[in-house]
């Protein structure tokens, strides 16, 4: 079903709500084209280090795979890089929830887009934690 939806000042012909994209690193490709064909909603990016990217990352370490914060360089765990993958996204988690918590207005930028990651669709990503706090769906299920 189409309907007509204002964004940012400007109005789209969309027909779903928001969902994540993947952004990719090829000659040509355009993420707003992409994002228009799936929904008719325009994307914002939400990698790293623009201002909505995730603060933790999983690397590899001596003792295996471990999860950083941008902010601190901390090391926060360690394990087989599967579930320190969950971790980074259960760590982005109560960072955004806390948060939104001290500034409510703080996703409205985020309001209306398609968030584009590098991440892959279905793959754990912080931009469904965005999806999921801002309009209570997404793909990591219950925060």
């Given at each position: 079903?189409?309907q007509?939806?204002t964004?940012?000042?400007?109005t789209?012909t969309?027909t ?5 994209i993947?952004?990719?690193r090829?000659a040509?490709y355009d ?5 228009m064909?799936?929904?008719g ?16 990352y ?13 902010e601190d ?6 394990g087989?890089?599967?579930d320190?993958?969950?971790y ?5 988690g109560?960072h ?7 500034d409510p207005?703080?996703?409205?930028p985020?309001r ?10 279905g ?9 999921e706090?801002l309009?209570g769906?997404g793909?990591?299920?219950?925060l």
């Amino acid at each position: 079903m189409k309907q007509h939806e204002t964004i940012n000042g400007k109005t789209y012909t969309v027909t779903s709500p928001p969902v994540g994209i993947q952004r990719k690193r090829v000659a040509g490709y355009d993420m707003q084209a992409e994002s228009m064909a799936i929904n008719g909603r325009p994307a914002k990016s939400v990698c790293r280090p623009h201002k909505w990217g995730n603060i933790y990352y999983v690397k590899e370490t001596a003792a295996g795979w471990g999860v950083c914060s941008t902010e601190d360089k901390e090391l926060y765990g360690q394990g087989n890089k599967a579930d320190m993958l969950g971790y980074c996204l259960f760590l982005f988690g109560d960072h955004a929830r806390m948060r939104l918590s001290k500034d409510p207005a703080w996703l409205e930028p985020l309001r209306g887009y398609n968030l584009a990651c590098f991440c892959g669709v279905g793959e754990p990503c912080h931009r469904d934690v965005y999806l999921e706090l801002l309009y209570g769906f997404g793909e990591v299920g219950e925060l």
